[in-house]
């Protein structure tokens, strides 16, 4: 399963990416805007959407007014 994460502002894209990668996640670029996480086989997903979702809010807050989009791939 994977998760698609959009943000309104694409110069934070890149800091977001080394967030996600920092904290072992894998990740990969889909657009300016947009990037995929590969959750891994066997685990809850639920809880690491949730978690996942958790940690973006908690990282857009740093900058102010950042738009996102955490939603599981069909």
Do not use: H, K
């Not at 996600?20 to 947009?34: K, M, P, Q, T, Y």
């Not at 086989?41 to 978690?51: F, L, N, S, W």
């Amino acid at each position: 399963m994977s998760v698609t994460i959009e943000i309104d502002a694409p110069q934070l894209l890149p800091d977001l990416l080394a967030g996600l990668n920092a904290g072992g996640c894998s990740v990969e670029l889909i657009n300016s805007r947009a990037c995929r996480v590969i959750l891994a086989p066997g685990v809850d997903e639920r809880a690491e959407v949730c978690q996942l979702r958790f940690y973006v809010r908690a990282w857009a807050l740093r900058y102010g007014d950042v738009a996102l989009s955490v939603r599981p791939d069909a």
